[in-house]
Nanobody, 117 residues
Framework: QVHLVESGGGLVQAGGSLRLSCAAS????????MGWYRQAPGKQRDLVAV???????NYADSVKGRFNISRDTDKNTVSLQMNSLKPEDTAVYYC???????????WGQGTQVTVSS
């Protein structure tokens, strides 16, 4: 079992920045990768960025060059620095962990990010 708690969402104007953080607890030694997904109203949940235990990263095309994912292994946290935010970035952002040999997904409760134009 892995428990994820997000923080850092909020309201920001277009062009601004926000930083999301996610703290993991539980069977953290089994985490293969952590990442962020987002879901806008009426849309599916999509990958934003992911970082593996080997520090490999992958980003959605829509956020490349604007968002940066990083992790702190000492604090068991993963962060998403979001710059040059756009109204289309508005969504609920979910922290995700892929755990164990079968890559079971665990999710945080979600944090709202709203970008005003």
């Amino acid at each position: 079992q892995v428990h994820l708690v997000e923080s850092g969402g909020g309201l920001v104007q277009a062009g601004g920045s926000l930083r999301l953080s996610c703290a993991a607890s539980g069977s953290i030694f089994k985490i293969n990768a952590m990442g962020w997904y987002r879901q806008a109203p009426g849309k599916q949940r999509d990958l934003v960025a992911v970082i593996t235990s080997g520090d490999n990263t992958n980003y959605a095309d829509s956020v490349k060059g604007r968002f940066n994912i990083s992790r702190d292994t000492d604090k068991n946290t993963v962060s998403l620095q979001m710059n040059s935010l756009k109204p289309e970035d508005t969504a609920v952002y979910y922290c995700n962990a892929q755990v164990g040999p079968y890559g079971i997904h665990y999710w945080g409760q979600g944090t709202q990010v709203t970008v005003s134009s």
